[in-house]
C-alpha cells in the first residue's frame, strides 16, 4: 500500500518558538494531503487541506496565520505551527490520497504523526 | 456537517471473543473507512467500504449506505487488535474526511 511518512515523530519546544512538520509520500505523487489534529482520548479533527501549488483550504476555527502550510512539491507538504502556544501540544497527523488506485477507490494513506509539546 | 457516531465507546473482551463496532452517519456518503489506531498513534488502514461488504483475515465490514450505518466485525480477538477504532467518512467531491467518535478496544488474555 501507500505509505507516508511525517518528520519529526515527536518535538519538545518553547513556548513562542516556531515548528515545522514534515509530510511525506513516499511512493507516490499527492496532489492534495490533508493535516489533522488528534488531542488526547479525542477523534481526529481536519484542520486543513493542502493543495499542491496553490494555497491550502482551512477548516473554520483554524487560524491559517498560526498554522502555516506549505505544499511545494507532489510528495512533500508542511505544516508550521508559529509562536507555538500551551494549548498547540497535540497530535498532528497527515494523510494523502494514492491517486493510483481505480476512480471509486478514494482511500487516504496516514503518516505516523507529530507528537507537539509545548512548554 | 454530517455526524458520525460510533458505539460501544468502549469495549473489553476476552482473547478469542467476537465483537461488533458500529458507525452511524448522518447524510450520504462517498468514502467510507475503517481504521485501527494502534498505541503509538498509528492509523492502520482496514477497509475502505463505502457501501457492500468486505472480509480480510479475521475482520469484516459491511456498510449498508442506504441506512446510513457501517459494522466492523472482529473475530477471534487478539491483544495485538487493542486500540481505537475510528470510521470516516467523507461526502461530495472534496475527500475530507469526518472521523467518528471512536470505540476503544481493550482484548484481555
Known amino acids: 500500500g501507500a505509505v507516508v511518512s511525517q518528520h519529526p515523530s515527536w518535538v519538545i519546544c518553547k513556548s513562542g518558538t516556531s515548528v515545522k512538520i514534515e509530510c511525506r509520500s513516499l511512493d507516490f505523487q499527492a496532489t492534495t494531503m490533508f493535516w489533522y489534529r488528534q488531542f488526547p482520548k479525542q477523534s481526529l479533527m481536519l484542520m486543513a487541506t493542502?493543495?499542491?501549488?496553490?494555497?491550502?483550504?482551512?477548516e473554520q476555527g483554524v487560524e491559517k496565520d498560526k498554522f502555516l502550510i506549505n505544499h511545494a512539491s507532489l510528495t512533500l507538504s508542511t505544516l508550521t505551527v508559529t509562536s507555538a502556544h500551551p494549548e498547540d501540544s497535540s497530535f498532528y497527523i497527515c494523510s494523502a490520497r494514492d491517486p493510483r488506485g481505480s476512480e471509486r477507490e478514494k482511500t487516504q494513506y496516514f503518516g505516523p504523526g507529530t507528537r507537539l509539546l509545548v512548554l | 456537517g454530517i455526524q458520525v457516531e460510533q458505539s460501544p465507546p468502549d469495549l473489553i473482551l476476552q482473547e478469542g471473543a467476537n465483537s461488533t463496532l458500529r458507525c452511524n452517519f448522518s447524510d450520504s456518503v462517498n468514502n467510507l473507512q475503517w481504521f485501527h489506531q494502534n498505541p503509538w498513534g498509528q492509523l492502520i488502514n482496514l477497509f475502505y467500504?463505502?457501501?457492500g461488504t468486505k472480509q480480510n483475515g479475521r475482520l469484516s465490514a459491511t456498510t449498508v449506505a442506504t441506512e446510513r450505518y457501517s459494522l466492523l466485525y472482529i473475530s477471534s480477538s487478539q491483544t495485538t487488535d487493542s486500540g481505537v477504532y475510528f470510521c470516516?467518512?467523507?461526502?461530495?467531491?472534496?475527500?475530507?474526511?469526518?472521523f467518528g467518535t471512536g470505540t476503544q478496544l481493550k482484548v484481555e488474555l
Open positions: 467500504i463505502p457501501s
Open positions: 470516516a467518512v467523507s461526502t461530495g467531491g472534496g475527500n475530507k474526511l469526518t
Open positions: 493542502s493543495n499542491e501549488g496553490s494555497k491550502a483550504t482551512y
